[in-house]
């Protein structure tokens, strides 16, 4: 894909950093723990001995997992003496897990510490993870990442403010959620793919009708309901809405718009346009059903897009979700993946600096072409072959030129996965409505900008 792409969409995602800047000073708690850069950095790690690496990542599907594994090899061929010893979760699983191996007396080196209040900022508090700012001054990472990508990745001091502060963290791939679908299954139900949601209601009411199950949902883990939700929201509302609530400088979850999304999301429950039971079934067991047939739809991010195009070749489809009214300019929840990040306790810091300068190279950019995934920043020398990972690529593109990309909701709060991903989970049983959803998000959050 050429430079002026991927520049474009990490323009789209560094206006998400300015809404926060405008609306936060930097600031500092004295009373927290806080781990410190290195003064000095060693980047011969041929010369650091013989050194084994313990890494955590959740990279555990289909291109995600080729990726790394490429990568990692890479990086041990280049350099005989390091040894990568490779702990791999799943997302859940990771974050389940990860405070209290952080907390431990031998931590992993290296971690995917996720962004937002709930994880990274967490860390960053209790002294959990090393500053990268002197390893970015030899790296040159803010000369090849704009400066709103960096800014996803960066903590004030206490971790009391996302967006802004020091560096903790350095990203390899691009995502985005958008709406995967099944072309046979469309075209065997006479439904071409929807342009708005009038459009997209009508194609799940013919999909119900038919037999097929609509819209492929599992939703055991909460976060993917809160997804869908914040899906739903940027079809209601404006994007700049979305970002400052998420962000804390303006509105309130609500809001009428906030609510009717809520709404829409327990109508499409009430009428069955989800996998039976959605609730029970795994987040990564979703895109494994819809590969092998159930449902005509699956909301979902450009990270299983490798998997699926492996099993479905060209059957399945991907697209932005739709817009409010016929070309009009979408929006959709993303930026860029889980950040890797060095613990504070490491006793390799310098070696897992230059692992993950190695595993974010430009050069890294091209094994995520090459393994299907999105990466992060231009890849200078491979484009995408296949018919689905160009439409990926494609659907980047156009929200790139909107500026069309808005924060995962789940950044709002630090307790907000449960706080709202709970009652959503409720909602979709059916045993409660969508405005107590939606105070009790508000609660949350209200509790949450306080305490700030």
């Given at each position: 894909?050429?430079?002026?792409?991927?520049?474009?969409?990490?323009?789209?995602?560094?206006?998400?950093?300015?809404?926060?800047?405008?609306?936060?000073?930097?600031?500092?708690?004295?009373?927290?723990?806080?781990?410190?850069?290195?003064?000095?950095?060693?980047?011969?790690?041929?010369?650091?001995?013989?050194?084994?690496?313990?890494?955590?990542?959740?990279?555990?599907?289909?291109?995600?997992?080729?990726?790394?594994?490429?990568?990692?090899?890479?990086?041990?061929?280049?350099?005989?003496?390091?040894k990568i010893k490779r702990v791999s979760r799943s997302f859940t699983d990771l974050q389940s897990t990860l405070r209290l191996?952080?907390?431990?007396g031998n931590p992993p080196d290296v971690v995917e510490a996720n962004q937002g209040y709930a994880s990274m900022a967490q860390?960053?508090?209790?002294?959990?993870?090393?500053?990268?700012?002197?390893?970015?001054?030899?790296?040159?990472?803010?000369?090849?990442?704009?400066?709103?990508?960096?800014?996803?990745?960066?903590?004030?001091?206490?971790?009391?403010?996302?967006?802004?502060?020091?560096?903790?963290?350095?990203?390899?791939?691009?995502?985005?959620?958008?709406?995967?679908?099944?072309?046979?299954?469309?075209?065997?139900?006479?439904?071409?793919?929807?342009?708005?949601?009038?459009?997209?209601?009508?194609?799940?009411?013919?999909?119900?009708?038919?037999?097929?199950?609509?819209?492929?949902?599992?939703?055991?883990?909460?976060?993917?309901?809160?997804?869908?939700?914040?899906?739903?929201?940027?079809?209601?509302?404006?994007?700049?809405?979305?970002?400052?609530?998420?962000?804390?400088?303006?509105?309130?979850?609500?809001?009428?718009?906030?609510?009717?999304?809520?709404?829409?999301?327990?109508?499409?429950?009430?009428?069955?346009?989800?996998?039976?039971?959605?609730?029970?079934?795994?987040?990564?067991?979703?895109?494994?059903?819809?590969?092998?047939?159930?449902?005509?739809?699956?909301?979902?991010?450009?990270?299983?897009?490798?998997?699926?195009?492996?099993?479905?070749?060209?059957?399945?489809?991907?697209?932005?979700?739709?817009?409010?009214?016929?070309?009009?300019?979408?929006?959709?929840?993303?930026?860029?993946?889980?950040?890797?990040?060095?613990?504070?306790?490491?006793?390799?810091?310098?070696?897992?600096?230059?692992?993950?300068?190695?595993?974010?190279?430009?050069?890294?950019?091209?094994?995520?072409?090459?393994?299907?995934?999105?990466?992060?920043?231009?890849?200078?020398?491979?484009?995408?072959?296949?018919?689905?990972?160009?439409?990926?690529?494609?659907?980047?593109?156009?929200?790139?030129?909107?500026?069309?990309?808005?924060?995962?909701?789940?950044?709002?709060?630090?307790?907000?996965?449960?706080?709202?991903?709970?009652?959503?989970?409720?909602?979709?049983?059916?045993?409660?409505?969508?405005?107590?959803?939606?105070?009790?998000?508000?609660?949350?959050?209200?509790?949450?900008?306080?305490?700030?």
């Open positions: 894909m050429p430079t002026l792409t991927r520049r474009g969409a990490a323009a789209a995602v560094a206006a998400l950093a300015t809404v926060l800047a405008a609306a936060c000073a930097p600031g500092s708690s004295g009373d927290e723990p806080e781990s410190k850069a290195p003064a000095a950095v060693n980047t011969d790690v041929a010369k650091a001995g013989n050194v084994t690496l313990t890494v955590w990542d959740q990279e555990v599907q289909g291109g995600q997992k080729k990726q790394i594994e490429k990568l990692n090899a890479q990086f041990q061929a280049k350099y005989p003496n390091v191996a952080l907390s431990g860390y960053v508090k209790a002294g959990m993870l090393l500053p990268l700012d002197s390893y970015d001054k030899v790296y040159g990472w803010s000369k090849r990442y704009p400066k709103g990508l960096l800014d996803l990745n960066s903590v004030t001091d206490g971790g009391k403010l996302i967006g802004s502060g020091k560096l903790y963290g350095v990203s390899l791939n691009g995502e985005i959620v958008g709406l995967y679908y099944n072309k046979e299954k469309l075209a065997k139900l006479g439904i071409q793919p929807p342009k708005t949601w009038a459009e997209f209601d009508q194609a799940l009411g013919t999909a119900k009708s038919k037999g097929e199950v609509p819209i492929a949902f599992g939703n055991l883990e909460k976060l993917p309901a809160m997804q869908l939700y914040g899906i739903l929201q940027d079809g209601v509302t404006d994007k700049e809405s979305v970002r400052k609530l998420v962000f804390g400088s303006g509105g309130a979850w609500t809001d009428a718009p906030n609510v009717q999304a809520a709404q829409k999301l327990a109508d499409w429950s009430k009428k069955g346009f989800f996998t039976k039971d959605a609730n029970s079934v795994k987040w990564d067991d979703t895109p494994v059903n819809f590969a092998k047939g159930e449902g005509v739809f699956m909301f979902g991010g450009t990270w299983w897009a490798s998997e699926l195009s492996d099993k479905m070749k060209d059957k399945a489809g991907f697209m932005l979700p739709p817009a409010a009214q016929a070309g009009a300019p979408t929006a959709t929840m993303g930026g860029e993946s889980l950040p890797w990040s060095i613990t504070a306790k490491s006793k390799h810091a310098d070696v897992a600096a230059a692992y993950i300068n190695f595993i974010t190279s430009p050069e890294a950019m091209d094994v995520s072409v090459e393994t299907g995934n999105l990466p992060v920043l231009a890849a200078p020398s491979k484009q995408p072959s296949a018919t689905l990972l160009k439409e990926v690529s494609a659907a980047w593109a156009e929200l790139s030129k909107s500026d069309g990309v808005t924060p995962y909701i789940d950044y709002a709060t630090p307790t907000f996965a449960d706080a709202f991903g709970g009652p959503l989970q409720e909602l979709i049983a059916g045993r409660k409505p969508a405005d107590e959803v939606m105070k009790a998000a508000q609660d949350d959050y209200t509790a949450f900008q306080k305490k700030k």
